[in-house]
């Protein structure tokens, strides 16, 4: 593992933190990172291009933990996140599923798994999470463009969203999250918007256009909230290369990164994470590195 500490760091171009990870396929190692979730005790796990799902301390240190799905030849995950309990929720993409894991790998659990556009039905899953009451969001990026509820026990509750453009449909759903106001915050990548609901699906409000300005967005993959006494909203652009940092109403408050393979830099960013000290770890894609930032 390379891993880099640098000082000087602050506002939103200063420079990271800590910057980790190198190409290969031993354990702690990285080939195209494309997810991230930090459980209990800042344990981040990192899945790849590789379809490995690896954890490794807020350091980046590898804890001797790496697993993949029973199987990956169709494609490999693409979203990662943690329950209250600290299991792992994969989203087995290719394979229209959910599964959950111990924090050590074990398969305990999986949701889906049957395609097609009919309730309870998955197409082609790209993030998944679970709130505090064990109910699951998962949302789709395939023919379906929308958003499941599961309950605890894994039933089908309600679905919503469809493709398009217009308030409550999606181009291409990239991930979610839930805010400390118990709303879900979606990047609706390919419409270069987020979208809030509440948990049971009702409109809130969006904000993003596309464009490279301030409070504007190109391709937010990813979105993580911190939860200190005032929370933010951070969303990872691919196709500006950088995180931006707003209020949980929208307004934009800054941003980091810019194009490039130097510390600091970006090449097509996927997702991003905020432990729980409030940094946020950014997964530098087509670098093969994680870079930490106090922003």
């Not at 009919?118 to 958003?147: K, T, W």
């Not at 490039?260 to 409030?278: E, I, K, Y």
């Amino acid at each position: 593992m390379i891993c880099l500490m640098l000082t000087g760091c602050g506002g939103g171009a200063g420079a990271p933190e800590l910057v980790w990870g190198k190409r290969g396929v031993q354990d702690g190692e990285l080939v195209k990172p494309r997810a991230i979730a930090i459980g209990p005790g800042d344990r981040l796990y990192l899945v790849d291009m590789t379809a490995r799902i690896q954890a490794f301390d807020r350091n980046g240190r590898h804890l001797g933990v790496t697993w993949k799905p029973p199987k990956f030849s169709n494609g490999r995950p693409s979203g990662l996140g943690v329950d209250k309990a600290g299991n792992v929720i994969v989203s087995d993409s290719h394979y229209n599923c959910v599964r959950v894991y111990s924090p050590d790998g074990v398969l305990l659990r999986t949701i889906g798994g049957s395609a097609g556009t009919e309730p309870s039905q998955l197409s082609y899953v790209s993030d998944a999470l679970c709130d505090d009451a064990g109910n699951f969001y998962i949302s789709e990026f395939g023919e379906n463009q929308r958003i499941s509820k599961f309950d605890s026990a894994g039933t089908f509750v309600k679905c919503w969203g469809s493709p398009g453009s217009e308030i409550g449909q999606f181009a291409r759903i990239r991930a979610m999250t839930l805010g400390p106001d118990g709303n879900l915050y979606v990047a609706d990548s390919c419409n270069h918007r987020i979208q809030v609901f509440t948990h049971e699906g009702e409109f809130v409000r969006t904000f993003g256009t596309a464009g490279k300005e301030p409070g504007q967005l190109s391709y937010p993959f990813d979105v993580a909230c911190s939860t200190g006494r005032t929370p933010y909203l951070y969303v990872v652009e691919s196709g500006n290369a950088r995180v931006q940092k707003f209020t949980l109403e929208g307004e934009s408050l800054g941003v980091w990164g810019s194009n490039g393979r130097a510390p600091g830099q970006l090449a097509t960013p996927w997702a991003l994470a905020v432990d729980s000290r409030g940094r946020v770890h950014v997964v530098d894609t087509m670098n093969d590195r994680v870079q930490r930032i106090d922003f």
